[in-house]
């Protein structure tokens, strides 16, 4: 299994990023995926979930109504679409899935700052 996130950089506060993760190694249409989070000196953070059929998501408190997870089945890729982002928002961002374990990706850094 291999997740490998990409799309993080710095932005302003009120401004948008989009994040990538290319997954492999495993059936990808079969397994719900989720983006997590852990900023400096914090606990790591679920923001956001998706099953594998995409039918259904989940979103952490902090983040309902400005992020959005996708999936693409046939590029084998998920999606977390940031929208008026908050210095608040700055942290590493990973996707993660369970494949007879959990899986992590080495992350990707999001910087919200003027």
């Known amino acids: 299994v291999q997740l490998v996130e990409s799309g993080g950089g710095l932005v302003q506060p009120g401004g948008s990023l989009r994040l990538t993760c290319a997954a492999s190694g495993f059936t990808f249409s079969n397994a719900a995926m989720s983006w997590y989070r852990q900023a400096p000196g914090k606990e790591r953070e679920r923001v956001a979930a998706?099953?594998?059929?995409?039918?259904?998501?989940n979103y952490g408190d902090s983040v309902k109504g400005r992020f959005t997870i996708s999936r693409d089945n046939a590029k084998n890729t998920v999606y977390l679409q940031m929208n008026s982002l908050k210095p608040e928002d700055t942290a590493v961002y990973s996707c993660?899935?369970?494949?007879?374990?959990?899986?992590w990706g080495q992350g990707t850094q999001v910087t919200v700052s003027s």
């Open positions: 993660s899935t369970v494949w007879g374990r959990r899986y």
């Open positions: 998706e099953t594998s059929a995409g039918g259904s998501t």
